[in-house]
């Protein structure tokens, strides 16, 4: 039981809600985390106080930039759970995607029956799921989160703790996630084409089994997947039309280039972008400068250690979720079960 809430808190930390929204999150999944141990081993302990002194000095370096500190704080408390190695069982993860499957489901057909997202009308005051002009479809759902992508790459990360885990087992369970996260059609979705085409070379199944799989869900992927890259030509034209300059997620790095800041941009220049929908590589790189190339070596590394690890880092997966940072320990800590 406390593997499967453990999973839960950490799948919704992003998410506004009582007890399990961001700002609640970390104490509560940290208390959880200590009740599983009498004591801190000696090696955990000091890795934990050098951890501790790195942040402080890095706190001490933006102390007059209270956001950076605050996303400081956010990834360090992430990085600490790391430190407690709690197991959270393959089959919790498997639960906690059905959880966020369901709710995209209601999301979806509150959609189709009130033309909007009574799921994300509730969760934060406002359905923003329509899609414009593109007439392939009209709305997109998201389930507990705000954005389709958001939906799309946790259920993503999801499928990749599993496959850590478990890469010779779940192979159903993780080609339906993965299908559900393309029916967001969003660009963080379209990664999954990549994820699935791998499972289908990769898992341990029967050649003909394969062949068979491959021939029914070739023509419902193709089509989805279609869908999703129709639906992310369309935003490039779009944005290409109106001038990437004038795109906010693009001003930043724009802004970057020309000033090239050691320490990243300004707090103040900061908060006139959407900087997280970069991604963890550009985000961190953009807000911390020279600092922020730590985590970038950190990420190239895991791609390393596990090539898929780079379907998640192409999404605008914030630095401050600790299922990315999860994904990570997974991998440093089983990457000789990664074949």
């Known amino acids: 039981m406390t593997s499967l809430m453990y999973a839960f808190c950490i799948s919704l930390a992003t998410v506004p809600l009582p007890f399990v929204g961001l700002k609640l999150f970390f104490p509560f999944a940290i208390l959880i985390a200590l ?72 999301s979806l057909i509150s959609i189709f029956l009130l033309d ?99 021939t029914v869900l070739i023509p419902v992927v193709a089509y989805v997947g279609y ?18 300059t004038d795109v906010t997620r693009f001003q930043a790095v724009n802004l970057y280039i020309e000033t090239l800041p050691l320490l990243g941009l300004s707090e103040i220049e900061l908060k006139q972008f959407v900087v997280f929908d970069l991604g963890p590589l550009f985000s961190s790189i953009i807000m911390f400068g020279v600092v922020g190339l730590f985590v970038v070596f950190l990420f190239i590394y895991s791609c390393f250690k596990q090539p898929l690890f780079s379907t998640l880092v192409v999404t605008k997966i914030p630095l401050t979720d600790p299922l990315l940072w999860m994904v990570v320990k997974q991998i440093l800590t089983k990457s000789d079960r990664l074949k």
């Open 35 to 106: 009740t599983q141990f009498k004591k801190i081993p000696l090696q955990r302990l000091l890795v934990g106080l050098v951890i501790i002194f790195l942040l402080t000095s890095l706190s001490f370096l933006f102390k007059n930039e209270p956001g950076k500190v605050l996303i400081i704080l956010y990834c360090s408390l992430s990085v600490s759970l790391v430190l407690f190695d709690f197991t959270i069982k393959t089959l919790d993860w498997v639960r906690v995607a059905n959880f966020h499957i369901f709710a995209f489901l209601v």
């Open 227 to 244: 869908i999703v890259i129709e639906f992310m030509l369309y935003k490039i034209n779009v944005y290409a039309q109106s001038g990437f």
């Open 116 to 214: 909007f997202d009574i799921v994300a009308k509730f969760i934060y005051g406002e359905s923003r799921h329509l899609t414009g002009a593109f007439e392939m479809i009209r709305f997109r759902g998201s389930g507990v989160y705000q954005e389709p992508s958001t939906y799309a790459y946790h259920l993503l990360a999801i499928v990749l703790l599993i496959q850590i885990l478990e890469p010779e087992e779940y192979f159903y369970t993780k080609l339906y996630i993965l299908f559900f996260s393309l029916l967001s059609f969003s660009a963080a979705a379209a990664v999954s084409l990549i994820f699935i085409g791998y499972l289908m070379i990769k898992s341990p199944i029967k050649f003909k089994l394969k062949i068979a799989i491959f």
